[in-house]
């Protein structure tokens, strides 16, 4: 899999944002999409497939992730996702294992995050995407 300088893995709640008729986030993706800077992976389309209100919704997001730049977990990532939560854990910090996924696999294929989630910005070596 190839390593990106400038990809952005978009987190749930960015790509909640870009489903809505405005929003500034969302517009940032808009621009990020036609770039093709814009990632994805297993975890934000689960989240976000379990969370349509509809058929038409669920179509709607995957119609749009389909296609995207694609990074997935590896059994290697799995070993890193469980020290890092390890790790964070003893610094006193739980976070959501969708998160943990999604941070090590930024990590590991040179991706920012894109997120309103301010707990990422705990996770070390996670680079953050600022609009």
């Given at each position: 899999m190839k390593k990106?300088?400038?990809?952005?893995?978009v987190d749930t709640s960015i790509w909640i944002e870009f489903f809505k008729k405005t929003s500034t986030a969302g517009d940032v993706v808009a621009e990020l999409l036609s770039k093709d800077r814009v990632w994805v992976s297993g975890v934000i389309l689960f989240e976000l497939v379990q969370g349509a209100k509809s058929e038409a919704e669920k179509d709607r997001i995957i119609s749009q992730l389909t296609g995207l730049n694609y990074v997935e977990m590896s059994v290697l990532l799995w070993r890193k996702a469980g020290e890092l939560s390890k790790a964070m854990k003893k610094k006193g910090v739980t976070l959501p294992i969708s998160d943990i996924l999604l941070a090590v696999i930024a990590i590991e294929f040179g991706l920012s995050v894109f997120?309103?989630?301010k707990?990422?910005?705990?996770?070390?070596?996670?680079?953050l995407y600022k609009a």
């Open positions: 990106s300088n400038e990809g952005i893995l997120t309103l989630d707990h990422f910005e705990s996770i070390p070596g996670l680079k």
